[in-house]
């Protein structure tokens, strides 16, 4: 016989002598739970004594139902042990005890009486203003749309209309006279139209204020020209100059509001003002069509010349 059948042989043999996998035990491999004793006692005294104290229990052939517990089955207890069951079932669970006093609030309660509270006596929300500094703002604010110009509260000023021109190519159709832009005055009336007025006020809210933040603010421009009707730096023979169109302004000093006065003639040539001459210079490149400065030109050594010229390249500032 070869090797293969005898392990055949055996292998029959084992399986013969193993019993069937699929058969169930004749026992629950869970044991059966055991009725609680005092439950038993209970219903035994309520019932007469009629229950018998069970002995020892023979092995189970199958295994056995759970007795079902009294309080699942309400109908096989008498109404008379309805109230012991439940008093039985609350004394064996444990209830939650109170909560200790925590140190915070044993601390609060022995608080002085007398000692302030630590929050604000005052309320962290503003007040409401005053009637009468509302009263005076919205007066203000009045005054200022009576006086605006050019369509702007920002440009105060007086309407001036047609402006006739003594040579040809002079005169201002619809003039206005201003007076400050943006809250900063000009040291006496000028007379342009309305675009040269937007872009003085543009130039000086963008430009001139941020230029001299830290050593103003500025509450003044001193104008050196404004319309006049003459030709190009006055020489004979020159073009009309933006002068006689109502579009220019000459700006020789920036006032600030501790009275000191920064000129364009003096302060150009100093190093603590030339950095902010030289930034307000630049940024009226833009609302301006044409900057000039001292750099220029020689007629323009103690003034910034801008008129609202246009051109096809772009603003012409030097």
């Given at each position: 016989?070869?090797?293969?059948?005898?392990?055949?042989?055996?292998?029959?043999?084992?399986?013969?002598?193993?019993?069937?996998?699929?058969?169930?035990?004749?026992?629950?491999?869970?044991?059966?739970?055991?009725?609680?004793?005092?439950?038993?006692?209970?219903?035994?005294?309520?019932?007469?004594?009629?229950?018998r104290s069970?002995?020892?229990r023979p092995p189970a052939t199958r295994p056995m139902a759970r007795p079902a517990h009294p309080t699942l089955a309400p109908a096989a207890v008498p109404v008379e042990s309805a109230g012991q069951v439940a008093a039985l079932i609350a004394a064996s669970r444990t209830r939650p005890q109170p909560r200790p006093v925590s140190a915070q609030l044993r601390n609060a309660a022995a608080r002085p009486g007398?000692?302030?509270?630590?929050?604000?006596?005052?309320?962290?929300?503003?007040?409401?203003?005053?009637?009468?500094?509302?009263?005076?703002?919205?007066?203000?604010?009045?005054?200022?749309?009576?006086?605006?110009?050019?369509?702007?509260?920002?440009?105060?000023?007086?309407?001036?209309?047609?402006v006739p021109g003594a040579v040809s190519g002079c005169g201002i159709r619809d003039a206005v006279k201003v007076h400050?832009?943006?809250?900063?005055?000009?040291?006496?009336?000028a007379v342009m139209d309305c675009d040269t007025?937007?872009?003085?006020?543009?130039?000086?809210?963008?430009?001139?204020?941020?230029?001299?933040?830290?050593?103003?603010p500025v509450v003044e421009l001193q104008v050196a020209a404004h319309y006049a009707c003459r030709t190009r730096n006055s020489q004979r023979g020159a073009r009309i100059s933006e002068h006689g169109?109502?579009?220019?302004?000459?700006?020789?000093?920036?006032?600030?509001?501790d009275g000191e006065?920064?000129?364009?003639?003096?302060?150009?040539?100093?190093?603590?003002t030339l950095k902010l001459l030289h930034k307000a210079w630049r940024a009226a490149c833009g609302p301006f069509g044409t900057v000039l400065g001292p750099k220029s030109d020689a007629y323009h050594w103690n003034h910034f010349h801008l008129d609202t010229a246009s051109y096809r390249g772009g603003p012409y500032c030097k």
């Open positions: 016989m070869s090797g293969r059948a005898i392990r055949a042989v055996l292998a029959a043999l084992l399986l013969g002598a193993m019993p069937a996998l699929g058969q169930p035990p004749e026992q629950s491999p869970r044991p059966v739970e055991r009725p609680d004793a005092a439950l038993v006692a209970g219903l035994a005294e309520s019932n007469g004594g009629t229950a069970s002995g020892p007398d000692l302030p509270f630590l929050a604000p006596d005052t309320s962290p929300f503003p007040w409401a203003r005053p009637d009468g500094v509302t009263q005076k703002a919205m007066s203000k604010r009045r005054k200022l749309r009576r006086g605006a110009i050019c369509g702007d509260i920002d440009i105060q000023g007086d309407e001036v209309g047609q400050s832009v943006s809250g900063v005055a000009l040291s006496h009336g007025a937007r872009a003085l006020n543009r130039w000086v809210a963008k430009g001139v204020k941020p230029a001299f933040r830290r050593r103003g169109k109502g579009k220019a302004i000459d700006i020789s000093a920036f006032v600030m509001k006065v920064i000129t364009v003639a003096k302060g150009w040539g100093q190093g603590t």
